[in-house]
């Protein structure tokens, strides 16, 4: 990934973002004023409850809205207007340029054609590919994910993979173009923790390798603690905190981050315990519109009903290492916590690589004796 600098060029830029959509039962604010930007070659981290505008966000900018949703503000890719932009030329411009993983790939991927095809319809129909260039194309981005006998396998429908090779299948086909930014909405959800970092270290590997921009979207703060640059917190279909990585558990944390950042599990819990949890129910969409100093006393009572059951802020507020170096939530529970990496030496400015090998490397070690 590439430094940022205040000379960094934003790639995708989101500035007061609002979306409406009216239904029988009335007016539904979908997003409120929205604002995030993705530096190229960095890494930016969507989090939030379910319902919170996260991916509506990302469909705002690519389009995916019904016909009588009413959009304010401004998106701009590279430079270009999306809000001014009809939908054909957004459509080619974003088709060949942005690359989305979605949540399930058994819903994403057409379960009556062949990867291969599937793979062939994006290359050709934007690059203007023969049949034989997407096949040959399709093999190498099959073999580049991981996926064993690619060219036989291009014959093969979706139902004939395991969950974890479809979501292998989708980021291929998000590559086929060379995108300039990749989109992981809640990527790894629906797949368990060994698998889920399988996914989220080769989209890192080939973000690296082709210097793209990536958003990871996800309800889980521990899979983008220590895989993103900046992370952008959204409640109630706003953005209540943003700020580097780095500094996101820092003092003072956000009341509504901290909440999110003690559902992660960790070794030290004793046996059982249940995990706090925010009580009552976030805003609706039908809430009336508020500023943003109304809008957080209207919700300050949820987000501290968690944080003020907890004693011991240094516990439940963990320091977060630089993007690539952090645990998923899978290594989580099986190598230690955020917290552990504190007592490895990493602080804020502290050598993240170091303390990352420090934990990780004894159960490398332990895998390799065991011939895993």
């Known amino acids: 990934m590439i430094p940022r600098t205040e000379h960094t060029p934003d790639l995708v830029s989101i500035k007061g973002l609002s979306v409406d959509i009216d239904t029988p ?42 016909a009588d949703a009413r959009v304010r503000g401004g998106m701009w890719f590279d430079g270009e207007d999306l809000t001014a932009m009809a ?31 599937q793979m062939g319809e994006a290359v050709r129909f934007h690059l203007g590919y023969s049949k034989a260039q997407a096949r040959e194309l399709s093999i190498q981005l099959l073999e580049q994910v991981g996926i064993a006998n690619a060219a036989n396998r291009l014959r093969d429908y979706p139902h004939q993979f395991s969950g974890g090779m479809r979501q292998r299948v989708m980021i291929a ?27 989220l270290d080769l989209l890192q590997e080939i973000q690296r390798e082709r210097n793209m921009a990536m958003i990871i979207v996800s309800h889980d703060l521990s899979v983008v603690a220590g895989r993103t640059d900046d992370v952008v917190v959204m409640y109630g279909g706003r953005v209540v905190d ?14 509504y981050t901290r909440a999110l950042s003690m559902a992660i599990p960790r070794l030290d819990m004793p046996a059982h315990t249940r995990l706090p949890a925010l009580g009552g129910r976030p805003p609706s969409v039908y809430d009336p519109l508020l500023t943003e100093e109304e809008a957080d006393a209207r919700d300050m009572d949820r987000w501290s009903s968690v944080s003020e059951t907890i004693v011991d802020d240094s516990a439940s507020a963990p320091d977060v290492v630089a993007a690539g170096a952090g645990p998923t939530a899978g290594e989580q529970v099986i190598v230690g916590t955020l917290a552990a990496e504190q007592e490895a030496g990493v602080a804020e400015g502290g050598d993240a690589e170091v303390a990352h090998d420090t934990l990780y490397a004894p159960m490398a070690r332990e895998d390799e004796e065991a011939g895993r």
């Not at 992981?184 to 698998?195: F, S």
């Open 87 to 117: 939908p054909e030329p957004r459509r080619k411009l974003l088709g060949r340029r942005v690359g989305v993983v979605f949540q399930n790939p058994m819903t994403s991927l057409n379960p009556v054609v062949t990867i291969g095809r």
């Open 25 to 66: 039962e009335g007016t539904a604010h979908i997003l409120r004023n929205v604002s995030m930007d993705v530096p190229r070659g960095q890494t930016l981290g969507i989090v939030g409850e379910s319902g919170s505008g996260k991916s509506m966000t990302l469909r705002t900018m690519l389009g995916l809205l019904p």
């Open 242 to 255: 943003r700020r580097p990585t780095a500094r996101l558990f820092a003092p003072p944390m956000h009341p």
């Open 173 to 199: 086909m998000a590559l086929t173009c060379s995108p300039d930014l990749i989109i992981a909405d809640e990527a790894t959800t629906a797949l368990d923790v060994t698998i889920q970092k399988g996914i």
